[in-house]
């Protein structure tokens, strides 16, 4: 990417730079080829590490010392992954709130505590992001009851003490479906679902 995010001062524009890589993150997600999904993953990688504090943070294979580790790393985790970085950089695009963000397009990364009472904020959560979707006048009934069951059963998921693995095959379904549903509903569920994997 030539154009240095940090100078573009215009939220469209950050958008028209970052809106194909997710476009192309979702394709590798949907493509079930671990190559090309690891393509992704190294461009993405390399593209916004710089750009974007603690971006591999609850990944699987990311060191903070030494950045991923692909040669431990399969299909599953690499799926795992990307569905975090398109989340992210879709919160970088509409300036997603976080505790350390000073300034627009500058240090905006998910800032989940983790500490002994990551179970009371997570349910808390769980209740925010419910009433957040009940509140969306963009959306159906039916669209608010499925939104409400698909929360319902992320909270299920989270309290089940069962490996981060199986976990992951049970939430990435529903993450599958809440991108499909548009930015202003997938942010606030996948930033549960991330919560959730820096919860375990």
């Known amino acids: ?47 916004y590490a710089t750009y974007i504090p603690n971006f591999g943070k609850s990944m699987y294979g990311y060191s903070g010392a030494y950045g991923f580790d692909y040669e431990y790393m399969d299909k599953e985790d690499l799926s795992h992954n990307l569905l975090i970085m398109k989340g992210r950089l879709e919160g970088y695009i509409y ?63 989270n309290s089940e003490k069962i490996s981060r693995k199986k976990k992951w095959e049970k939430i990435k379904p529903i993450a599958s479906f809440v991108l499909d549903k548009g930015v202003d509903v997938a942010v606030p569920i996948l930033s549960l679902i991330l919560q959730m994997k820096l919860g375990l």
């Open 95 to 157: 300036n997603f709130p976080t505790a350390h963000a000073s300034t627009p397009h500058q240090d905006i990364h998910l800032n989940v505590p983790v500490n002994n009472t990551n179970e009371i904020n997570i349910s808390l959560s769980f209740k925010d992001v419910r009433q957040q979707i009940e509140d969306m006048p963009g959306l159906t009934e039916k669209e608010t009851s499925e939104l409400r069951d698909k929360i319902n059963e992320l909270e299920r998921i």
């Open 1 to 47: 990417m030539d154009t240095n995010i940090h100078s573009v001062k215009d939220k469209e524009d950050v958008a028209k730079i970052i809106r194909p890589d997710i476009t192309a993150i979702n394709q590798a997600i949907n493509s079930d080829d671990e190559d090309m999904m690891k393509k992704i993953h190294i461009q993405m990688d390399g593209r």
